[in-house]
């Protein structure tokens, strides 16, 4: 388990990247007030995911626009799958990564 920062941090609709261990974890506050956790980086040309677009099922690369799906980690426009990682939120209103 890994406290990421307040939930506050970031705003519906958006998303925020965090380094966890090596890694690059884009965490997504989506528009009804879920939460999903996937890798940072786009495998195209590592386009920062967390500054994408959203809506309730994907992310939209900022770079060339490629998909992927918030829950699954697929890429309806053909690239390689991203990491889903668990996240949740605890008791004091903070972000939190299941390791």
């Not at 380094?19 to 590592?46: E, T, Y």
């Not at 967390?50 to 770079?63: S, Y």
């Not at 490629?66 to 829950?71: E, K």
Request: one cysteine or more; proline letters at 8%; aromatic letters at 4%.
């Amino acid at each position: 388990m890994t406290r990421l920062g307040p939930l506050d941090e970031i705003p519906l609709g958006e998303g925020r990247a965090y380094a966890v261990a090596g890694r690059q974890i884009a965490v997504f506050r989506l528009r009804d007030g879920s939460l999903r956790a996937l890798s940072a980086v786009c495998p195209h040309r590592g386009g920062p995911l967390a500054d994408g677009q959203i809506d309730l099922e994907v992310v939209v690369c900022p770079l060339h626009l490629n998909v992927f799906d918030l829950t699954t980690g697929c890429s309806p426009s053909g690239q390689p799958p991203l990491t889903v990682y668990a996240v949740r939120v605890d008791d004091e209103n903070q972000l939190v990564l299941e390791d």
